[in-house]
């Protein structure tokens, strides 16, 4: 009987210390599996997802308002910057339509100044020569017979006065054309020599009084006139473009 009991504990406690074993092991593999595995997996919020830490399973509410914080700053941020975009892209339209507007009332003044100019440039057809050395005379008669004031003077005078540009993209009919002085006679170095501008289809001419009144190519009158100083045209009266 000892030495059956003996056998039966000593069979229980190796029982035993197998199944102590056996439970030691699996606590050990599911603690394990449970370390490893993504904590995510866990969380039934978002605070506890930010707020859990290996090991400690208490939910950190400052993360999550942090979180808070940093969203509603980024969402501030991203609509101010589409109101500066919004505003910038509304100044640009602005200002295209402004440039827009102020390109159509420029060609408008410009239509209109090209207009006046050929009805000078007509009255200079009926407009007979003052005589020999009055280029200038002939000149303000053809204004004055346009309808305009008298400008006077001799051609020096018009030229400081009226002619302001020297780019042909400036040029139109009835301007005045001048130079103060030239080398081509005595009397023009001292007082210059002026005409009116006309075109010809898409050719411009200058109508002047050498005596009779005749008309030459603006490049040719150009070129014989302009030794000295540079030739420069404009309107000899209120007429803006």
């Given at each position: 009987?000892?030495?059956?009991?003996?056998?039966?504990m000593?069979?229980?406690?190796?029982?035993?210390?197998?199944m102590?074993?056996?439970?030691q092991?699996?606590i050990i593999v599911?603690?394990l599996?449970?370390?490893?595995a993504?904590?995510?997996?866990f969380?039934?919020t978002?605070q506890?997802a930010?707020?859990?830490?290996w090991?400690?399973?208490?939910?950190?509410?400052?993360?999550?308002?942090i979180?808070?914080?940093?969203?509603?700053?980024?969402?501030e941020?991203?609509d101010?910057?589409?109101?500066?975009?919004?505003?910038?892209a509304?100044?640009l339209?602005?200002e295209?339509?402004?440039a827009?507007?102020?390109e159509?009332?420029?060609?408008?003044?410009?239509?209109?100044a090209?207009?006046?100019?050929?009805?000078?440039?007509?009255s200079?057809?009926?407009?007979a020569?003052?005589?020999?050395?009055?280029c200038?005379?002939?000149?303000?008669?053809?204004?004055?017979?346009?309808?305009?004031?008298y400008?006077g003077g001799?051609?020096c005078?018009?030229?400081?006065?009226y002619?302001?540009?020297?780019?042909?993209?400036?040029?139109?009919?009835?301007?005045v054309i001048?130079?103060?002085?030239?080398?081509?006679t005595?009397?023009?170095?001292?007082?210059?020599?002026?005409?009116i501008?006309?075109k010809r289809?898409?050719?411009?001419?200058?109508?002047?009084?050498?005596?009779?009144?005749?008309?030459?190519?603006?490049?040719?009158?150009?070129?014989?006139?302009?030794?000295?100083?540079?030739?420069?045209w404009g309107?000899?009266?209120?007429?803006s473009?």
């Amino acid at each position: 009987m000892p030495l059956f009991m003996g056998c039966f504990m000593f069979t229980r406690e190796v029982f035993l210390y197998q199944m102590r074993k056996t439970t030691q092991t699996a606590i050990i593999v599911i603690a394990l599996a449970l370390s490893f595995a993504p904590r995510l997996a866990f969380a039934q919020t978002l605070q506890q997802a930010l707020g859990t830490q290996w090991g400690d399973e208490t939910v950190d509410t400052k993360s999550c308002d942090i979180a808070e914080l940093n969203f509603d700053e980024f969402q501030e941020r991203t609509d101010e910057y589409v109101d500066s975009l919004f505003e910038e892209a509304t100044k640009l339209a602005n200002e295209a339509k402004r440039a827009r507007d102020d390109e159509i009332q420029r060609q408008l003044a410009r239509e209109r100044a090209y207009a006046l100019g050929e009805q000078i440039a007509e009255s200079s057809e009926f407009v007979a020569s003052p005589g020999n050395g009055w280029c200038a005379k002939y000149v303000s008669l053809c204004y004055q017979a346009a309808g305009y004031a008298y400008p006077g003077g001799n051609a020096c005078d018009l030229y400081w006065k009226y002619c302001t540009s020297s780019d042909v993209r400036d040029m139109m009919p009835g301007m005045v054309i001048a130079v103060p002085t030239h080398t081509r006679t005595y009397l023009g170095g001292i007082y210059g020599h002026c005409g009116i501008l006309v075109k010809r289809g898409e050719q411009f001419f200058v109508r002047q009084n050498v005596g009779v009144i005749n008309e030459v190519p603006v490049t040719e009158w150009i070129s014989t006139y302009g030794t000295t100083v540079e030739p420069k045209w404009g309107f000899a009266a209120d007429i803006s473009f």
